[in-house]
């Protein structure tokens, strides 16, 4: 949203073009960061409930009505580009060259939901080891891929938006969310609790995103980015005395991730430029997420997980993890 709203369309001035080129790198990050969590919660949902109906159709319940009620608002208020209305509703948005800002982000949604589509079928499919190994290659393939595609293929849309150039943006996550599951959980968990590896991790991103600011090496940033995100996140939950897992677990923040959809989807008719008014745009958008959660979302949630749904099985919860957060329990397991 701060991406959003500071990229400042047209600015006049160097200071003014500097800030919205940071914000456009910010945003980028961001969405980096979005990616690194869908792959990790994904997986290990799939691990823990493997009904491919049931993840199919709660996630359809999830993502679908809201998406389609921001289409219907911007549809009626805004002039959208011929085809555009389309690529957005069908998620094929990141290879649709002709999008105006108002469907531009769902470029991001659109690779979700091509994510949903390959993962899901693999780990189930071919089971967990043969996954492992599936993914493992699929990360090979992309990051040979995407150098080529940026230096070969010049395409009307960015390349960096489009599903093939950044798989192993979910893979390293799903990967990572496979093995904190299997044998080597309690070594590879010490290591990701090291604050070595914490102080590494953290500095290696720093400067990946730093070097990105220099438009030097995006296919090798989104490389670095790609692997350590899951790392850095994964370590930060399993540090709950720390400063960053306290910060996050305040309530402002847990509510503003209950409506984070919300946010993800309004934010791009009220920010739309110019950079003016922040404040109260942000205010509008905060208004339209938190309607479109308490009137929509939640109550179809609800009736997605209810008991007795056909397809709602019984979800197999990761009883170490909430051994260790026993008293966060209730809690954890409403919100997931």
Not at 89 to 94: H, L, P, V
Not at 272 to 279: E, G, I
């Amino acid at each position: 949203m701060v991406s959003h709203g500071f990229l400042m369309t047209g600015a006049p001035t160097r200071s003014e073009r500097a800030v919205g080129y940071v914000a456009g790198h910010l945003g980028a990050l961001g969405v980096a960061v979005f990616f690194a969590i869908s792959g990790y919660l994904i997986t290990t949902l799939l691990l823990e409930d493997q009904n491919l109906r049931g993840f199919y159709l709660r996630r359809a319940f999830r993502i679908l009505p809201p998406a389609y009620l921001y289409l219907i608002v911007v549809a009626i208020s805004e002039p959208l580009r011929s085809g555009e209305l389309a690529s957005a509703a069908f998620f094929y948005s990141n290879y649709w060259a002709d999008r105006s800002w108002y469907t531009a982000h769902f470029w991001s949604l659109s690779m979700e939901e091509h994510f949903y589509l390959l993962w899901p079928v693999l780990l189930i499919g071919l089971g967990v080891r043969r996954a492992l190994i599936a993914a493992g290659l699929l990360i090979a393939a992309t990051e040979l891929w995407r150098p080529w595609s940026l230096a070969h293929i010049q395409l009307p849309f960015p390349a960096l938006q489009r599903t093939d150039m950044r798989l192993d943006a979910f893979l390293f996550a799903g990967i990572l969310a496979i093995l904190m599951r299997g044998p080597y959980h309690a070594p590879l968990l010490r290591l990701l609790t090291a604050a070595w590896f914490r102080v590494l991790s953290s500095l290696t991103l720093l400067a990946a995103w730093t070097w990105a600011l220099t438009s030097s090496t995006p296919a090798s940033g989104t490389l670095v980015e790609s692997a350590l995100l899951p790392a850095v996140l994964v370590s930060i939950i399993h540090w709950p005395h720390s400063g960053a897992f306290q910060v996050l677990e305040s309530a402002p923040l847990r509510w503003m991730g209950r409506i984070s959809y919300g946010l993800y989807l309004w934010q791009q008719l009220f920010l739309a430029p110019p950079a003016v008014a922040f404040l109260p745009r942000v205010a509008l958008t905060f208004a339209a997420a938190a309607a479109s959660y308490y009137l929509l979302e939640r109550p179809l949630v609800r009736y997605a997980r209810a008991p007795g749904r056909s397809w709602n099985r019984q979800v197999l919860w990761n009883h170490e993890f909430f051994a260790e957060n026993a008293e966060r329990y209730p809690r954890l397991r409403q919100e997931i």
